[in-house]
């Protein structure tokens, strides 16, 4: 068990010099309002410095690991990123760095998850880091299942596990999974980065300080295990519908393996059907034709119940998602643009031929069948 140092939970700053202030920061937004003079007090003010305070908190964190690793026996290697590594361009379909520096796996044109950072034991554990300021861990919480999905397929020779790192007082750290390490820190500011930052002639910089140590590793020099994204979905597209007897094979559905990329891609897809079939439970107007495809698929929620949802493209960029609330209510839902769901729509509706075509009759068997697994499950 790896347990935090003095060092990181007073946020002793004294062994990583000026570092902090040579990391580039996303304050364009930040600088304009105190130009405008807004009050720090203003909701715009508050949202805009607790992101950059974020971004400080995690290249602080970052720093103080480089050291820790440097010195602890027990990890054997820790990735680069930030100026600490020599190559920044994302790699498709291995772990590589961003255009912003930072930890990324990514298919070819669409970013995957990103790591805070990620360190190797020598008991053949592989962590990978997330720090955040936020007080309430929720949505933290549902990030990790994807993470660890990702990592277990790609990396199937070490047991993946997690460090987080809070400020005191985050509540919810108790429901996180076995796999998590909790550290907390004391609480930390951002206002002696931000305060160079507006005048950035308030001080001489030290050179950059770069612990030197064998354990010090490139993202893309680790071995992984050759992972097709795209492949990989459309395989499960098909081996999901392809029971002689079935409309939805559930083994295949609930082995071990499938259930691992369930958690990664959230939702598989499993068909579609006509928009007049589903016009008055989904509100669709008239803009949509009668033979419009409506997506189905099936997505697995935070609690592990796997549901029914839907999706409808009206065109290359412009994708909704129809889901149920916990009364049963339609939430309809627009899709960001440039995330990687337009893509799995336009390529899984592409492979669909008719044989993938669902009736309402279709659509309650497999609500009953997920229905009747949750009752199992539980």
Not at 163 to 177: D, V
Not at 336 to 344: A, K, M, R, S
């Amino acid at each position: 068990m790896l347990k935090i140092s003095k060092s990181i939970k007073t946020l002793d700053e004294s062994d990583i010099g000026d570092n902090l202030l040579h990391y580039d920061y996303n304050v364009k937004h930040l600088l304009n309002l105190i130009r405008k003079g807004i009050s720090e007090d203003d909701p715009h003010y508050l949202s805009s410095y607790r992101s950059f305070e974020g971004e400080v908190f995690e290249n602080f964190v970052y720093e103080k690991l480089l050291i820790y690793a440097a010195q602890n026996e027990d990890i054997e290697k820790f990735v680069l990123k930030g100026f600490h590594q020599d190559r920044i361009k994302a790699h498709a379909n291995t772990l590589s760095i961003s255009e912003k520096q930072q930890i990324v796996y990514r298919t070819k044109n669409r970013e995957i998850s990103e790591f805070d950072a990620m360190f190797i034991t020598k008991d053949k554990e592989l962590y990978f880091v997330e720090m955040t300021l936020v007080k309430s861990v929720l949505k933290l919480r549902k990030r990790l299942r994807k993470k660890k999905a990702l990592l277990e397929i790609i990396f199937p020779n070490y047991e993946i596990k997690s460090l987080i790192i809070l400020n005191e007082g985050a509540t919810g750290a108790r429901q996180f999974p076995p796999y998590c390490s909790v550290w907390y820190t004391e609480e930390f500011s951002a206002k002696g980065v931000l305060d160079y930052i507006v005048d950035t002639d308030s001080k001489k910089l030290l050179p950059k300080k770069r612990p030197k140590s064998p354990k010090m590793i490139e993202a893309h020099s680790l071995k992984l295990f050759p992972f097709r994204y795209y492949n990989t979905i459309s395989w499960i597209t098909k081996t999901i519908r392809s029971h002689k007897k079935y409309i939805l094979d559930m083994n295949f559905l609930m082995s071990e393996k499938v259930q691992r990329y369930h958690d990664l891609y959230n939702k598989f897809y499993i068909g579609y059907i006509d928009a007049v079939e589903l016009r008055d439970e989904l509100g669709l107007d008239s803009n949509y034709r009668d033979d419009h495809r409506v997506i189905v698929a099936i997505e697995k929620k935070h609690s592990g119940e796997i549901v029914v949802t839907y999706y409808i493209q009206q065109a290359r960029k412009n994708l909704y998602l129809y889901s149920y609330d916990d009364n049963g209510k339609i939430v309809k839902e627009k899709k960001d643009p440039y995330g990687i769901t337009i893509t799995e729509v336009y390529h899984i509706s592409k492979m669909m031929d008719e044989g993938y075509k669902l009736s309402t009759s279709n659509l309650n068997t497999i609500k009953k069948l997920l229905e009747d697994r949750t009752l199992q499950e539980n």
